[in-house]
C-alpha cells in the first residue's frame, strides 16, 4: 500500500506539471521584458559621471508610474506617453551639471548582447528599450529591465538585484 501511495502521488505531480504547462504556456521571454539603456557620450571619468546621475533622476522619475503597471504592454505605453518628461529630466540634470549637448529619448527594438547577473540571465537577441542617449552616445551604458522592474546597480561584477514587486511582498510580510 505504500509504494500505491508512492507511485500515485509521483503521478499526480506528473500529472499537475504537465497540465500546469498547457494551461500556462512558456512564451519568448524576450518579449515579456522592457529594457532601459542609458548610453554615455563618451567614456570619459565626467561623461560616465553625469551618466549615473541621469541614471537615478530618471529612474526617480518613473518608479511610481512602473509600478502601476501590471504589463509590459501597460509600460510601454505609459513611457510612450511620458517621453517629453523623460527628455526633460535627462537634459536638466545635463544642464545642471554644466553640458551643452541634450539627450536623444526613444523607445526601440535592438539587438543586444547576453548578460548575467549572478543567477539571473538575459540572452542575447533583440529585446524592447527605452534608449536615453546623452549627446553623442557613444560611450558606455547603464542598464536595467524596466518591466517588469528588475534593477541592477553597482560598479565592477558587485551587482544588487531589485525587485519592487519583491519589495512589495518584503513589506507585506514585515
Not at 526613444?106 to 548575467?116: A, V
Not at 542575447?124 to 517588469?148: H, R, T
Request: neutral net charge; glycine residues 6%; hydrophobic residues 40%.
Amino acid at each position: 500500500m505504500k509504494k500505491f501511495c508512492i507511485s500515485f502521488t509521483l503521478f499526480l505531480i506528473i500529472i499537475l506539471s504537465l497540465s500546469a504547462c498547457a494551461v500556462f504556456p512558456r512564451s519568448d521571454a524576450k518579449t515579456e521584458y522592457l529594457r532601459i539603456h542609458i548610453r554615455a557620450d563618451s567614456n570619459e571619468e565626467n561623461a560616465q559621471a553625469v551618466k549615473y546621475r541621469v541614471k537615478d533622476a530618471v529612474v526617480d522619475y518613473l518608479t511610481p508610474f512602473i509600478a502601476l503597471c501590471d504589463t509590459k504592454s501597460k509600460a510601454e505605453d505609459m513611457i510612450s506617453s511620458k517621453m517629453p518628461e523623460i527628455k526633460a529630466v535627462a537634459d536638466k540634470v545635463l544642464t545642471e551639471q554644466g553640458y551643452d549637448y541634450a539627450a536623444t529619448v526613444k523607445l526601440n527594438t535592438e539587438n543586444f548582447p547576453t548578460r548575467n547577473y549572478g543567477n539571473f540571465t538575459l540572452t542575447e537577441g533583440f529585446y524592447d528599450a527605452l534608449i536615453i542617449e546623452l549627446g553623442s552616445g557613444k560611450g558606455d551604458n547603464w542598464w536595467c529591465v524596466v518591466y517588469p522592474p528588475l534593477c541592477f546597480t553597482g560598479s565592477g561584477t558587485s551587482y544588487v538585484y531589485k525587485s519592487k514587486i519583491l519589495e512589495i511582498i518584503q513589506g507585506f510580510f514585515g
